[in-house]
């Protein structure tokens, strides 16, 4: 499984993408995923239950 994540991200390895600040993504009051990024979230884990 950690290889195949190495192939699919290398690139982003070795140039990463600074991303967001905690606010641009999470709704503070309720500390809670805000919908983009909660999808995101979602995404991420179905790619990873590829390799389960």
């Not at 195949?4 to 690139?11: A, D, T, V």
């Amino acid at each position: 499984m950690a290889l195949e994540l190495y192939k699919r991200y290398e690139i982003r390895i070795v140039s990463p993408d600074p991303g967001k600040p905690f606010w641009e993504l999470y709704d503070a009051k309720k500390i809670a995923p805000r919908k983009e990024w909660l999808e995101t979230i979602n995404e991420t884990m179905r790619e990873i239950a590829q390799y389960i």
